[in-house]
């Protein structure tokens, strides 16, 4: 058992009104479109997308792809492989990717560079979060929910060691024995 105790960084109520702000944004940059494509990063951003995505009033569909980090963490190599590809053809349609957290900012880079060259109309990014702090590559974000400090935050979809993700709000986790 995970014994563990976390303090809110965001409650409910934050996140709610700072999903509407993004997807009032978003409606607005899209409108007119006619194919945007949500691409959900599995498993952490199931959560924010189903919010974002009901908010939305374009036009829109979802995806999803499943990425890892060799070794549980991409702070170790880097590396990060495809655990299951999208099954749209994402060639000519406007393209938004979904994420939960940017930490260092491998997963993001890995996906731009793998769905770039699969020609979509355009290719976005979208991230509830982002630890600053943390960043090794410049990768870029469209539109953010939030910077927060360098912690392990869990709930709204966030895990740690698939626990937690059900929680409505953002806390950082403190472990205090497992
Ligand atoms: P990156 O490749 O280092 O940017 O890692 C991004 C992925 O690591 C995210 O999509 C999350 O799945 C996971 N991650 C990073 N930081 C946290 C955290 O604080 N809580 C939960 N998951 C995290
Ligand atoms: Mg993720």
Redesign the pocket.
């Known amino acids: 058992m995970i014994l563990a105790e976390t303090a809110v960084l965001f409650t409910e109520e934050t996140i709610q009104k700072r999903v509407g702000e993004l997807a009032r944004q978003i409606s607005s940059d899209y409108a007119g479109v006619e194919d945007l494509l949500l691409v959900g ?1 599995l498993r ?1 951003s199931y959560i924010f997308l189903a919010d974002l995505s009901r908010r939305l009033t374009v036009p829109r569909t979802v995806d999803f792809i499943a990425l890892a ?1 060799y070794g549980g963490t ?1 702070m170790a190599t880097g590396a ?1 492989r495809l655990i299951m590809d999208l099954r749209a053809d994402i060639a000519g349609k406007h393209v938004l990717i979904v ?10 880079d890995y996906l731009l560079s793998l769905l770039r060259p699969r020609r979509p109309a355009s290719l976005k990014t979208c991230s509830f979060l982002r ?1 600053p702090a943390r960043l090794k590559k410049d990768v870029p974000i469209d539109y953010l929910g939030f910077d927060i400090p360098d912690a ?3 709930g709204y979809g ?2 740690y060691k698939d626990k937690f993700r059900a929680l409505p709000y953002i806390g950082i986790i403190k472990i205090n024995a497992e």
């Open positions: 990063v952490g980090a991409t990060v994420e939960d957290i940017i930490d260092t900012g491998y997963t993001l630890k392990w935050v869990v966030l895990d």
